[in-house]
């Protein structure tokens, strides 16, 4: 697999930052920008040395995406999931890779979702296996905190370099990723901005247009994550035309054009779906599930 020069960069960002002393590194590069490249790339390097390393998905949904980025590399590797969850995720492998799978029990390098991680933390074994990893890899590395859940599955690698990734650094809540701070991590790192990247043409620009809306949030709807509750978010939905201004502003800005609606929730997704067909669109909710 071929890595533009400013993912080679990063990539050699990370090792010095490592190299200098740093024992966990946080790695910052816009969305579209590879992430996946560099850090598949830093697994198939440190497995070829024979490290052994974690690399841990922020939810079980996005385990068979990790697993396949790591697949893409060549480079064999457990799964610590649900027996239903890896057999789809084999399944997803062969089908991907021409009939092979690349899950190996027997293999240095894990995936793991961070749930699954915690649940399984008191076993005798798995403190053990924690205790033997040389090295951590963690996607959406903007939730790693100490208090929370993605802090206390890092910390379970006491002897164990780690590497947190993400396009968004910078918090809503105002919280610190770094060990100064509310988080873990010692050094950042960071590729090019998103701008940069639109300007080398590896990224497509935007246009933002606002429609008016009759959607109601206040500052008392928003949660200690600093970004608006969901729960509230959800009811002004209710309260508002906002689902149906969703048809109505496609038809004036993007129409015909393949288009993705991000709602405030579920049910919400599902009635600007019914919404779209109505005005006979071809549409379909999207969920977790």
């Not at 071929?2 to 490592?18: C, G, P, V």
């Not at 480079?75 to 991907?96: E, G, M, S, Y």
């Not at 809540?173 to 901005?193: K, N, S, Y």
Request: aromatic fraction near 6%; proline fraction near 3%; hydrophobic fraction near 40%.
């Amino acid at each position: 697999m071929s890595e533009r020069a400013y993912q080679t960069k990063l990539t050699s960002d990370i090792y010095s930052a490592w190299n200098g002393g740093a024992q966990n590194t946080l790695a910052v590069l816009p969305t579209g920008g590879g992430k996946s490249v560099i850090v598949s790339g830093i697994v198939a390097n440190e497995h070829a040395r024979g490290l052994t390393q974690c690399v841990i998905a922020h939810r079980v949904e996005l385990v068979s995406q990790m697993s396949l980025h790591v697949a893409s590399r060549g480079v064999p590797h457990r799964l610590i999931a649900p027996t239903a969850v890896k057999r789809a995720i084999d399944a997803a492998h062969r089908q991907q890779y021409g009939g092979r799978s690349y899950i190996n029990d027997r293999s240095a390098c894990t995936v793991v979702a961070v749930d699954t991680l915690i649940a399984r933390a008191e076993d005798a074994d798995v403190k053990q296996w924690c205790n033997q990893q040389q090295q951590w890899i963690i996607d959406e590395a903007h939730h790693v905190l100490l208090a929370n859940k993605w802090g206390r599955g890092v910390a379970l690698f006491p002897n164990a370099r780690g590497l947190g990734v993400t396009a968004t650094p910078k918090r809503a809540d105002g919280m610190g990723l770094g060990r100064h701070a509310d988080g873990v991590f010692d050094v950042m790192v960071q590729g090019p901005t998103m701008r940069e990247l639109i300007n080398a043409r590896y990224l497509s620009d935007y246009e933002i247009v606002c429609p008016t809306s009759d959607i109601v949030v206040n500052d008392d709807d928003i949660a200690t994550s600093g970004d608006y509750s969901p729960k509230k978010l959800a009811e002004a939905s209710k309260k508002s035309r906002i689902v149906g201004d969703v048809v109505e502003q496609w038809h004036k800005y993007a129409l015909h054009k393949r288009t993705i609606v991000f709602a405030t929730d579920v049910e919400t997704a599902g009635k600007i779906a019914l919404n779209f067909k109505a005005q006979g669109v071809q549409a379909e909710a999207i969920s977790a599930k």
